[in-house]
């Protein structure tokens, strides 16, 4: 549905965001995964047409994004990932604004519009205060509200479970995963949850470039048998990191279980380790860091 | 923590857009004041725009403007926590309430003060601009600045934050703040009018006002220049207490606050929380309209229904912006009082006509107007990006038009609603006054449409320069420029309407003449202005800025493929919409019209005065007879004119040069015949032409001129269609069509600094008293004594007036034709005019044979005050005829002319009179100042003095003319209201004199060397002459006055002199005392200070009261520059014992005990009177009839 094919984007100061991205999205959800700084937001941005790309193309159901910017935004729905509001505006009135700008000109089609999806993101009852007061969970459905207006087929969400709480996240992936059936959804995270939950495929990005990508359920099945875990002291951390390649360490009840990755077993104490969605992304940036560190030496 | 609270805040308060708005603000009002002559706050003249008491005074003022701004930093402080519900979090700390809400004040009026620096560094850099006269600027002293700031803005700054911070902290709103704020103003205002009006009260007013005007103004009332330029008030007595008194009532305020404030949300009101519920409950009863597959978006379709929502939407957030309230209340409080108490004239205010008050609003309000226009200009195209909202909107489907036009015309559909709120604001003053003739159509084609117009072009422009801009604030940087260029551009030269955009000309507003002068010119600019304003519209939208590209250039380079499109194609339609019209305009300003610029016209009457004033004192013909054909075609605006003069050689001596000139250069001087004279040199530029006599004329021979002019306004000049010849309403003197003999200095350059740049001499003084040679000429121009026979013609439904008796009257076909003969010499300076006038008249049979008919020309629009000016004609010549001589006339005329000047002049037999003036004078209150029949007097008064007896070219010319006219005024008050009543006019002149004193920037003179200022011979004159025949007797100065019309009456060379008048006077004198007082008062500058220290009143045994009165009495003279030296005091003056306060409104003759003569002497001394009465009131000089410096304390009330 969504082809992106050789996409890079280097900025004006030199810092390459993208880097010779190929990714082939179907429709339902789609996970992006990568830290911090990785270029998410840069290709999010990219394919919602916010910013040309430096080279490459961008293909959506057959139509060329970069040449017709206007053609896809007919059929877009974005929500960024940092997004303020206008003062002394509420939800109701803000939301049938964006049904306005969005192309939803009849009154009666926009009260249709806005009711439904006050309904739908939860938002009825609170819905003539003023979005300024709302709590970041309230925000970013009031955000998913507004990007689903008039049925897109493409959605792109930018980070939206950042800095809520569980319980809203919840509520947030629920909504999502109601509406990313019939459409291409395209939700950029760095919570690996998010993406296991959710997305029936996926990719991970690193440092502008696309590390792996797949179904979720593939990936593990393919790391399945190379983790191994052991439970060790906090002191003792340094010595394993300079033996082993060191995945991921977690607290628990006061000491710490460390993640490896090996072929075979390392012997050690470590034991086979189950293996999910966590393991191989952090496997992941680990062989990214080892590679950059690599370029560095030499 | 209290310090790094406070200084939290400051850091908080300083990135508030606030204050650097203030900041703007507040420098472009102080620098505009200073540098520009259209902007003034408080003094002027000779007092230097830095002078100490410049800078104090302009603080003062900004600092009641500056009340809205103190109030957005402290009611900030309060209101800030609650409204972003951080409030909780803060007061859940360990903080103290006092280091909180103490400390954050002092924070945020830190902020204020640290603002409102920006008024005295304006006014020093302003003092530094090049273009500024250098005689206005004194040094700049470091000193003055810092006290000034220290002593008059700070505490009133510090008293205005505390208060609001008071009233913030009580009512939690920043609307309630401002709601206090309007409160306090009108509380603050009516206390003044009420309080410091009154004379007894004048101390405490000074004392109590807490923003120092009072006490200020108290110490500094009579300064002269000199000492306005070079000292700052003593900080002692009433200003040190009144500043005091500032900081007290501040701490107070901050008391009370932190009195009033406590940390606990305060519960709300069971009203308030009862229909809060209600709302929640209806809220939770309505259900969602929810539907399965929500409704496709159809961007087609949507174009109108976007347009409309994202404007609304746009407006919304403008509208309800804090900062918007702000400005517009500033912007009324600053228009309501410049209507309310503007265009006084005697006290008296006008009556509140629309177009009278239209130039006020376009001068108080516009400028706020023109800021909401450029802060939201920067606030609307960067909410987006500022909401960090852009990403979302971005990403829709909106097309590009959607972004920038909405915005556009949200700020210009917001400007509009602003001009309707000052419209509104006009009205309610309207109302206020008692005046309902309401009429919106002026408002709207004089008012709102034009400046609308004009706003909108700014906003468009702001809209671009924000597109285009990097950032905000740049934007605004640019924008302030644009202000500032727009101040200055036209004070340095660069006039021309069509070199900065969004200036539309000229257009003076008239009740006669509509907008009939500028009217059209202002809409064709608005058209030319208006296609550049579409381009710039096409290309703020083409080049504006969507996504992530911020960058200039990328946008620039994208333009050519963008404006390959419907937007391209209307830009393009702007473009050459600006050009035709530019060229059109061109060609009318400076192809059709001859454009010179202020600098150019300078230079050509510098280069006229090098040429040819030496021919001032060249011999020439006195013209004896005019005959003139004038044709005036109103719709045209164009005047033919045909005449001849008969002239006489009456200079005793053969002439051998006749000079014709014709100055005026809208008139053409299409041709001149002297028979018997060759023309020698003809200068076309200047229309100076020298003829040579081909036999010298002999002494007493006569010649002839015959000319024909034409005076023609076809195309549109740089200011519209000019003001004299006009459509309804023409006014023009006879130099303004006719050639005049001979050379004179009228309409040279007169500022000084102009006239050094131009290395002339810096002023041309008159001829000394003492240089009989200039009794040759006279002081009007040198004009002569002559008949006239004038025959005027215009459209047939005006009226046509000239001097003389009117002969004949008709009506032929579409023209109205009248003729005009003097019946009695005249000077050949006079006025003809022409409207559509209605006429009040009345004839009056006392006078001469033929009866004496007087008339009023007036608009039908104004009929107000003619039935009073027709009384004042027939009471003024009533008291001329029986005490001067007879009137030379059998009619009088008051002429009304549009408001594009304000003033009366008196012509023979005619009077033009501005309808600004007394047709406007509004004296629904009796107490009022009749200043209308005062004026007419005077008018009438100058039939005598000026158009029977005119006087030298020399020092004292004015002295004949308008101080005698003045005095002639005075005494028909008299007659009308009693001596008794005098009190208040004398005042009014005696407050005006010592007030102008120090604006004089030449030297002051004695009256009978007085130069033609204004304050000398009018204002002092009148106080003068009062006590002059107050002390000689009125019948026996009015006698001396007669033989002296006797002399001179339409005598030609040598003309009357000072001298003969001062002459008369000391003939008058019957002892040392008289002499001495007529040489103090006409022949040097003296200055009186009477005063009465105190009364005591004992009954006497015999029932009879004895009042014992302390007064104390100096006397000055002071030298050209204000010097003063004491000189001894021996007169006769006046002491008197009243039971109510002369020159109060219930005063009158039965209030008089005792009235009498005393003699008094330099320094302290005790009188005794006896009355039958007990006196409520004692003093010396009661009325006020001596030049006295301070004449509020020559009353007390016995203790």
């Known amino acids: 549905m969504l082809e992106l094919s050789s996409v890079s984007h280097v900025y004006p100061d030199g810092t390459r965001a993208l880097d010779n991205v190929t990714l082939s999205i179907p429709k339902g959800m789609y996970g992006l995964l990568g830290p911090n700084g990785a270029g998410k937001s840069t290709l999010m941005r990219t394919v919602a047409t916010l910013q040309s790309p430096s080279s490459g193309s961008i293909t959506f159901d057959g139509l060329d994004v970069l040449a017709k910017p206007e053609e896809l935004r007919k059929r877009l729905g974005y929500l960024p990932q940092d997004f303020g509001v206008y003062p002394r505006v509420s939800a109701y009135d803000m939301l049938d604004h964006m049904a306005v700008l969005k192309g939803i000109a009849g009154r009666a089609e926009r009260r249709d519009t806005v009711e439904t999806l006050l309904a739908q993101v939860n938002l009825w009852d609170v819905r003539k205060k003023a979005i300024a007061g709302f709590s970041g969970g309230m925000r970013q459905r009031f955000g998913i509200a507004q990007a689903l207006i008039g049925n897109p087929e493409l959605i792109i969400v930018d980070e939206p479970t950042a800095g809520l709480d569980p319980e809203e996240r919840n509520r947030f992936l629920n909504l999502l995963a109601e509406i990313g059936e019939n459409v291409v959804v395209i939700l950029s995270t760095h919570i690996v949850e998010d993406v296991a939950d959710l997305c029936p495929r996926m990719a991970v990005l690193v440092n502008g470039a696309i590390r792996l990508e797949g179904a979720p359920s593939d990936l593990i099945e393919k790391a399945r048998g190379t983790i191994w875990a052991k439970t060790v002291e906090r002191g003792e951390l340094p010595a394993y990191r300079k033996m082993y390649e060191v995945i991921s360490t977690r607290l628990f009840a006061g000491r710490t279980i460390i993640h490896i990755m090996s072929p075979t077993d390392p012997g050690d104490g470590f034991e086979q380790a189950p293996g999910g969605l966590e393991d191989v992304y952090f496997s992941t940036l680990a062989a990214g860091r080892r590679e950059a560190t690599a370029r560095q030496a030499a | 923590m209290f310090g790094r609270i406070a200084l939290f805040e400051l850091r908080y308060q300083l990135r508030n857009p606030v204050f650097w708005a203030a900041l703007v603000i507040f420098f472009l009002l102080t620098f505009g004041a200073t540098v520009s002559e259209d902007i003034m706050i408080g003094s002027g003249g000779n007092v230097h725009v830095n002078a100490p008491v410049a800078i104090i005074e302009t603080q003062l003022v900004l600092t009641l403007f500056y009340m809205f701004v103190t109030t957005a930093f402290v009611a900030n402080v309060v209101v800030r926590d609650d409204d972003s519900g951080f409030g909780p979090i803060v007061r859940s700390t360990r903080v103290t309430k006092f280091a909180y809400l103490i400390g954050r004040f002092t924070g945020a009026a830190g902020a204020a003060l640290l603002a409102f620096l920006v008024v005295p560094a304006a006014i020093l850099l302003g003092s530094m601009m090049p273009w500024i006269d250098p005689e206005t600027v004194g040094p700049n002293t470091l000193a003055w600045y810092v006290q000034g700031y220290a002593l008059y803005a700070v505490p009133s700054v510090f008293l205005l934050c505390a208060l609001f911070f008071a009233v913030a902290t009580m009512t939690r709103s920043m609307l309630y703040s401002y709601v206090g704020v309007v409160g306090f103003l009108v509380v603050y205002l009516v206390y003044g009018v009420l309080v410091a009006a009154e004379p007894d009260y004048r101390e405490i007013a000074a004392l109590t006002d807490p923003l120092g005007f009072g006490a200020f103004s108290y110490e500094t009332r009579y300064w002269t220049a000199a000492e306005a330029n070079s000292q700052m008030p003593a900080l002692t007595g009433i200003i040190l207490a009144n500043r005091g008194l500032a900081l007290l009532l501040g701490l107070a305020g901050l008391a009370i606050a932190y009195w009033r404030f406590t940390f606990a949300d305060r519960g709300i009101s069971v009203r308030k929380a009862r229909r809060l519920a209600r709302k929640a409950r209806k809220l939770a009863a309505t259900q969602p309209r929810t539907v399965a597959a929500l409704p496709a978006t159809r961007p087609e379709s949507a174009a109108f229904a976007r347009l409309l929502m994202t404007t609304r939407f746009e407006i919304r957030q403008v509208v309800q912006s804090p900062a918007f309230i702000v400005l517009l209340a500033l912007g009324l409080f600053n228009s309501i009082a410049a209507l309310a108490f503007g265009g006084d004239f005697y006290g008296t205010a006008p009556i509140p006509a629309t177009f009278a008050l239209i130039p006020v609003l376009e001068g108080s309000f516009t400028l706020f107007a023109l800021i909401i226009a450029i802060y939201y200009g920067g606030e609307v195209v960067w909410r987006d990006r500022d909401r960090k909202f852009h990403e979302v909107i971005d990403a829709t489907s909106l097309p590009g038009w959607a972004f920038m036009i909405p915005k556009t015309i949200a700020v210009a559909l917001v400007l509009v609603a602003t001009l309707v709120v000052s419209v509104l604001g006009a009205v309610a003053v309207q109302a206020a006054n008692g005046y309902f003739n309401f009429e919106f159509g002026k408002y709207l084609a004089w008012y709102l449409a034009p400046t609308a117009a004009d706003l909108v072009l700014v906003a468009v422009l702001s809209v671009f320069v924000q597109a285009l801009s990097p950032s905000k604030y740049l934007g605004w940087g640019i924008m302030t420029l644009y202000l500032v ?617 015999d029932g009879r009261f004895e009042t014992v009165l302390t007064v104390e009495a100096t006397k000055y003279h002071a030298e050209g520059k204000g010097r003063e030296t004491e000189a001894p005091l021996e007169d006769r003056i006046e002491i008197g014992l009243f039971t109510e306060r002369p020159g109060s409104g219930a005063f009158d003759r039965e209030n008089v005990i005792a009235m009498e003569r005393r003699p008094i002497r330099s320094g302290r001394q005790v009188l005794r009177i006896l009355s039958d009465r007990r006196p409520a009131w004692a003093g010396i000089d009661p009325y006020n009839k001596y030049v006295d410096r301070d004449s509020d304390d020559n009353l007390v009330e016995p203790g």
């Not at chain 2, 002295?959 to 008299?974: F, G, H, I, R």
């Not at chain 2, 004398?986 to 130069?1011: Q, T, W």
Request: charged share 25%; net charge negative.
């Open chain 2, 485 to 1101: 260029a727009a101040i200055t551009l036209t004070s340095i030269g660069f006039d021309h309407p069509m070199i900065l955009y969004g200036r539309t000309g000229f257009s003076p507003v008239s009740d006669m003449n509509g907008v009939a002068v500028g009217g059209a010119l202002g809409w064709w600019m608005r058209l030319y202005w208006g296609g550049f304003a579409l381009l710039l519209a096409v290309l703020a939208q083409l080049m504006r800025r969507r996504g992530t590209e911020t960058r200039l250039a990328p946008r620039i380079r994208q333009l050519p493929r963008r404006a390959a499109s419907g937007a391209g194609a209307l830009g393009l339609v702007g473009l050459l919409t600006a050009g035709a019209t530019g060229a059109f305009l061109y060609n009318e300003m400076n192809v059709e019209n001859e454009y010179a610029s202020r600098d150019d016209g300078e230079a050509r009457l510098a280069e006229y005065e090098r040429k040819y004033l030496q021919y001032e004192t060249l011999r020439q013909p006195s013209i004896t007879d005019v005959t003139l054909a004038l044709d005036i075609f109103p719709a045209e605006r164009r005047l033919e004119a045909k005449g001849s003069y008969a002239m006489v050689n009456d200079t005793g001596v053969p002439l051998e040069m006749l000079i014709v000139r014709l100055p005026d250069r809208e008139t053409e001087l299409l041709e001149v015949e002297v028979p018997g004279a060759a023309l020698q040199s003809d200068d076309g530029e200047f229309q100076f032409r020298i003829y040579r006599f081909e036999t010298p004329l002999a002494p007493g021979e006569k010649a002839r001129l015959t000319f024909a002019t034409r005076r023609w306004h076809k195309a549109l000049s740089t200011t519209g269609y000019g003001t004299r010849l006009v459509e309804n309403g023409t006014f023009l003197n006879n130099s303004e069509f006719a050639p005049i003999i001979g050379m004179n200095r009228q309409g040279l350059l007169a500022d000084r600094a102009t006239r050094r740049r131009y290395g002339l001499e810096p002023e041309l003084r008159p001829a000394r008293l003492e240089d009989n040679n200039a009794r040759e000429r006279n002081y009007l121009a040198d004009t002569d004594w002559v008949m006239s026979d004038i025959t005027i013609s215009t459209a047939a439904d005006q009226v046509p007036v000239a001097p003389g008796m009117k002969v004949s009257d008709e009506v032929r076909g579409k023209r109205r034709i009248a003729r005009f003969r003097s019946g009695a010499p005249i000077l050949a300076f006079f006025s003809v005019q022409s409207a559509a006038y209605d006429i009040a008249a009345r004839e009056v049979q006392e006078f001469g044979e033929d009866g004496l008919r007087l008339e009023v020309y007036h608009d039908p629009q104004h009929p107000y005050n003619v039935e009073r000016m027709l009384d004042a004609m027939e009471v003024s010549l009533g008291y001329y005829a029986a005490n001067f001589g007879p009137y030379q006339f059998d009619h009088a005329r008051i002429v009304e002319f549009p408001g594009y000047a304000q003033f009366a002049q008196a012509f023979a037999g005619t009077m033009p009179w501005s309808e600004k003036m007394g047709f406007l004078a509004n004296f629904a209150d009796p107490g009022e100042i009749d200043y209308v029949t005062y004026i007419a007097a005077h008018e009438m008064a100058h039939q005598y003095w000026a158009h029977q007896l005119i006087s030298a070219d020399q020092q004292g010319g004015t002295l004949l003319v308008e101080t005698l006219a003045q005095y002639s005024a005075l005494m028909v008050m008299k007659e009308l209201h009693g001596e008794d009543q005098m009190r208040r006019f004398l005042k009014y002149e005696l407050d005006n004199y010592l007030s102008s004193r120090g604006s004089e920037a030449i030297e002051e003179l004695p009256l009978e060397r007085v130069e033609n200022q204004g304050y000398i011979h009018y204002r002092k004159g009148s106080v003068v002459m009062y006590l002059l025949q107050d002390r000689l007797g009125e019948q026996r100065v009015n006698a001396m006055l007669a033989g002296l019309l006797d002399r001179y009456r339409f005598k030609s060379q040598p003309y009357a002199s000072a001298s003969d008048l001062v002459a008369g006077f000391h003939s008058l004198a019957r002892n040392e005392e008289e002499s001495d007082l007529v040489r103090d008062l006409l022949q040097k500058i003296t200055i009186y200070d009477l005063k009465a220290a105190e009364a005591v009143v004992r009954e006497l045994d």
